[in-house]
């Protein structure tokens, strides 16, 4: 599945159509799912023959496609204490992580802060050939974490998005030089894709406004809510039918009949079903693109949903369940906040809601707003605690929410295992990831991925390794190499961005056969955009066929290894990975470029 990423055909058409289709270029190019481990080593890859006029030295050029797949999986854990701040202090062995109730080894373990890969990448000084135009500044710190900021403008009032829009114009304004922010609508009518640009993400913003797709916003007699229509359809509920015969006395002259005011009550309640139906729906569905879409950013990736929640009723648990499971396949984590922050319900509506005398229907009309607006926020609690976020609510205190949300801790841990004994059946495998002395302190982690349905070959796992390693910004040592980038301006609108691998041999594995000192090295270079998206990618594979004697010279020298892009001036990201067939050992860095 090759990755398709030239979007510039969808710029002449509407927003809402640049948004959905942005958004379905970019899935074909998931590569989102979490990681893959079978329980057991996987054999060597076997060496072709070896023939006396094999050259000893071979590259050749290879395409690259990536897959979707599982491996090693990595748990992103975040620890606070009783005041909220991150914890930095704990070791490997504080953490227990289970697979479906069964203890695992904790294989990979690290502690990490924003920025410090970025400021490694950087150490990789750009070198400069001959008549090439050196950088006059050193290039920008990589991204290394995006937040998507999703703004449900189908179901928030006028006055709770202006409050909660100004609380994430004021959260852009402490973004880190690492983070990239986004910014979508349930609606699909706004949209913006990452950047670090604030200026933008500030319009962006300004653009937000109410957006209800299918009601009209004229006043029902009575008003039924979607919560209530469903109950009195679905669920065959009578006193919410009563409830809402009798609310209808209100705003209905006093010579209808009870035949007629149940029959315009279940009209009512009929549109409400539908127009509430449709806009759940497509809530729903752009939430879905827009986990699609974080899904291949390399680095961290959380979703921020600001909403005030929406009925979610039995039959759309399938779509709610394919978001959560996507989501932790991705490892993206949501963090849901309650846009009405500490609300009270307000007996018999509020002053806009016709009124009436009859006590009973105040108190059961009262009843029934109370426990739609617990449902309505079901769905955000759902997201977030099916994915390891957190669902702030019950609170005014907004820009606090949104930085709890949104922020970047200051330390967080990678834990890494592979699975036991893992049956290929698809399966969903719940993680548990506790403290064995938690104290007062509270964890946030992923809770769980799927497992592959079949078991790889050994050379298609060896390229969705590759894949996953490419999308990611671990950086990995296994194999002794250097990440060098050079560049060259032909005009003032090009230049050659070249990449090079420097590899020593002295701590590779060679295997013998026919008498020849065999390996073989995969180098996949990757060019990202300086918000992180995804460029282009070029593969070379060197076989190498070593006599002894040419081994001998060769083990203490260091080859290298060049792949060329032709790109604009700019800045970029750089991310080099290479593997060995022998050892099947891996090595990824990043890097950066400033071309001027």
């Keep these: 599945m090759r990755i398709v990423h030239n979007l510039n055909q969808y710029a002449g058409r509407a927003p809402s159509q640049r948004f959905q289709a942005w958004l379905l270029v970019y899935a074909v190019a998931v590569c989102a799912a979490a990681v893959h481990g079978y329980g057991q080593e996987k054999p060597a890859e076997p060496a072709p023959a070896v023939q006396k006029n094999t050259p000893e030295l071979n590259t050749r050029e290879a395409a690259v496609t990536f897959k979707s797949k599982v491996n090693l999986v990595l748990v992103t854990v975040v620890v606070r204490d009783a005041q ?28 990490e802060r924003p920025g410090m890969r970025a400021a490694a990448a950087n150490q990789n000084a750009s070198e ?13 710190p990589a991204p290394e974490r995006f937040v998507a900021y999703l703004f449900d403008d189908i179901h928030l009032n006028f006055g709770d998005l202006v409050r909660i829009r100004d609380a994430a114009d004021r959260q852009f304004g402490s973004l880190e030089v690492t983070d990239r922010a986004a910014i979508y609508s349930t609606s699909g009518q706004t949209m913006l894709d990452f950047t670090d640009d604030r200026e933008k993400l500030h319009e962006t913003l300004l653009r937000l406004q109410p957006r209800p797709v299918a009601r009209t916003g004229a006043m029902e007699c009575p008003p039924v809510t979607y919560y209530q229509a469903d109950l009195i359809f679905n669920k065959n509920d009578n006193q919410a039918l009563q409830a809402a015969v009798l609310d209808a006395q209100t705003c209905m002259p006093p010579s209808t009949t009870p035949q007629m005011m149940e029959q315009m009550v279940r009209g009512s309640a009929q549109r409400a079903l539908s127009e509430g139906g449709a806009e759940t729906h497509l809530a729903l569905r752009v ?44 490892n993206v984590i949501v963090n849901a906040v309650d846009a009405r922050g500490l609300y009270t ?78 049956k290929l059946d698809g399966s969903f495998h719940k993680l548990k990831v506790v403290l064995k002395e938690p104290g007062k302190m509270t964890l946030q982690a992923r809770r769980g991925y799927s497992a592959p349905r079949r078991e790889a070959d050994p050379a298609e796992a060896a390229q969705l390794e590759i894949q996953e390693a490419v999308f990611s910004r671990e950086e990995m040592r296994d194999l002794p190499i250097e990440l060098h980038t050079q560049f060259f301006k032909a005009t003032d609108e090009s230049a050659r961005l070249s990449i090079l691998a420097r590899v020593d041999l002295r701590q590779i594995h060679f295997r013998k056969v026919d008498g020849r000192n ?24 060197l076989e190498m066929r070593l ?33 060995d067939t022998e050892g099947q050992l891996m090595a990824a860095q990043n890097g950066a470029v400033e071309i001027q």
């Design 345 to 422: 319900i307000i007996p018999g509506g509020d002053a806009s809601q016709p009124s009436g005398g009859n006590p009973l229907a105040a108190g059961m009309k009262a009843q029934f707003q109370t426990t739609s607006a617990l449902a309505e926020a079901d769905v955000l609690a759902e997201l977030a605690e099916g994915t390891g976020g957190t669902f702030q609510h019950s609170s005014n205190d907004l820009d606090g929410g949104l930085k709890k949300a949104a922020g970047a801790p200051e330390y967080f841990y990678i834990l890494g295992f592979s699975p036991q004994n893992l």
């Design 518 to 541: 065999c390996n073989n090295l995969t180098v996949v270079s990757a060019l990202f955009d300086r918000n992180g998206n995804y460029i282009t990618a070029a593969e070379k594979r």
């Design 128 to 140: 400069v050939q001959p008549g090439a135009v050196a950088p006059t500044a050193p290039p920008p």
């Design 287 to 330: 939430f879905l693109d827009a986990v699609r879409r974080i899904s291949i950013m390399p680095g961290q990736r959380s979703i921020v949903l600001l909403s005030p929640g929406f009925f979610t009723p039995l039959d759309v648990y399938q779509e709610k369940s394919e978001i959560v499971d996507r989501a932790v396949r991705a």
């Design 547 to 579: 006599r002894d004697e040419t081994l001998e010279n060769k083990i203490r020298s260091v080859i290298t290894l060049k792949t060329n892009f032709d790109v604009k001036p700019g800045s970029y990201m750089v991310r080099l990975v290479v593997r």
């Design 84 to 111: 909220g701040r991150a914890v930095g202090t704990l070791k490997q062995e504080d953490f227990q992580l289970l697979d479906k109730g069964k203890p695992q080894l904790i294989s990979k373990f690290s502690v």
